[in-house]
C-alpha cells in the first residue's frame, strides 16, 4: 500500500496470549507483525507481556518466564521480523537483568539495534514480581521520527506523557493490558482510551496504544487498542473488546512536532510555568 511521502503508517496488534506459552505467543506475534508489515506499516505495536501472559502466580513462575533483552528468544525473533520486514516492532516482555526482573517493552530496529523501556509505575501485585523502572523515559531517534514507550498504568501520570513531549518524542506506543474498572457504566468509552487521547491532545503525541484481549486466571482484559492523532483525535479503533484485531494509521511526525504551537501566542510546551505548580495556600 502507498504512502505520501514524510507518511508513517503506524500499526497496533491486538493479540490474545496464552499464559506461559512463550513460543506459541512469539509465533502469535510474528503472524501479527507480518500482517502489519503486508499492509504497510513502518512500525508495529503489541501488547504488554505479550510474549508470557500476565497473571503470575508468584515471582518463581515469573522468573521461570522472564527472558534476557537481545538476540536470543522472543525478542530475538522480533529483531529478525524487523530486520525482514523492515519496519520498527515495539512488543512487551518479562525481562531478566542478572535476578531482578522488568515488565519491559523491547524496540527492534531492522539494522538489529534495540532498545528496552522498562515500566515505571507498578500496577496491583506486579509489585510482588517487578523492581520499578530504572530507565527513565528514553526518546529513541529513528529516520521517521523520535519515538518514546511507556506501559499500561504509565499513562495514568501526566508527568510521564509530558517527560517524552520534553524529551522530543513524536510518537509513543503503548504495549497494555488494560483491564476493567469497577463500576465503568456500560455503553460509556473506556477510561483507558479516554486517557491516551487526553494526553495526545495536551502533549501534541501521536500515540498508538496495542491492548490485548481474553480471560486469563479469572482475569478479564478489554482489548480496545486505539491510535490517536497529535489533536487526540481517533485515527483507528478503538478496537473490539473481545477479539484480535490489527490497526493501522497514517501520521505525519513532522506535523505533530510543528502542531504544539497554537497559533500566534501558544506553545504546549512552552507556555508551561513550573514555578506555579508546587504546593501552595492561599
Known sequence: MAKESGITRIAVCQIEPVFGEVQRNADTTLEAIAAAAAAGADAVVLPELASTGYMFANRAEAFELSQEAGRHAVTGQWLRAAAEHQLIVVGGFAERDGDVLYNAAFLARPDGRWSVYRKVHLWDEEALYFEPGNLGFP?????????????????????????????????????????????????????????????????????????????????DFIGQSVIVSHTGLVLAGPASSTEPALLWADVNLGETRRSRGWGRFNHLLADRRPDAYGPSRA
Not at 198 to 207: S, T, Y
Open 139 to 219: 526518546v529513541v531517534d529513528l529516520p521517521f521520527g523520535r519515538v518514546g514507550m511507556m506501559i499500561c498504568y504509565d499513562g495514568w501520570f501526566p508527568e510521564a506523557y509530558r517527560a517524552l513531549a520534553d524529551s522530543g518524542a513524536d510518537l509513543v506506543c503503548v504495549p497494555t493490558n488494560w483491564v476493567p474498572l469497577e463500576g465503568h457504566p456500560d455503553g460509556q468509552p473506556a477510561m483507558a482510551t479516554v486517557l491516551v487521547r487526553a494526553a495526545a491532545h495536551v502533549n501534541g503525541l501521536v500515540v498508538a496504544a496495542a491492548d490485548r484481549v481474553g480471560r486469563e486466571r479469572g482475569q
